[in-house]
């Protein structure tokens, strides 16, 4: 009996959804003022791009585009930073968790007793 296997490599998706870049603060481009300064770079960073030869490489010319387009972005708009939450998990929790694990073992060790105090 012949059988196939297929494998597959377990990738933890917060790895898989990271980023190299923060985020951008797209609130800004509501603003006129922030649209307009936005909208101002790149209008610069395109027309300096213009100026280039048109035999480059398709895959260059893309990637320029996305860079220019990131780092006004990054210029005008700036980086999003991220809130830190409280911790789910605190002292009072591993407190309730300690006196839970120590009821539980006075109930092992004496089964017949019927009051727990803790």
């Known amino acids: 009996m012949v059988a196939k296997f297929r494998e597959r490599l377990p990738v933890s998706k917060q790895a898989a959804q990271t980023f ?5 603060y797209l ?4 603003e006129l003022e922030g649209r307009k300064e936005y909208q101002i ?3 610069k ?3 300096a791009l213009e100026s280039l030869n048109d035999s480059e490489d398709i895959n260059r010319a893309w990637k320029n585009i996305k860079e220019n387009i990131k780092t006004s972005a990054k210029e ?3 980086l999003y930073e ?3 939450h409280k911790p ?3 002292k009072e929790c ?7 694990k120590q009821v539980k073992m006075q109930r092992i060790q004496d089964p017949n007793q019927s009051m727990y105090i803790i």
């Open 45 to 47: 960073r395109f027309a």
């Open 88 to 90: 789910l998990f605190d």
């Open 41 to 43: 770079e790149i209008s």
């Open 27 to 30: 609130r800004k481009l509501s």
């Open 94 to 100: 591993s407190r309730f968790l300690h006196q839970r």
């Open 20 to 24: 190299n870049e923060g985020r951008y």
């Open 82 to 84: 991220l809130k830190k």
């Open 76 to 78: 005008s708009l700036g």
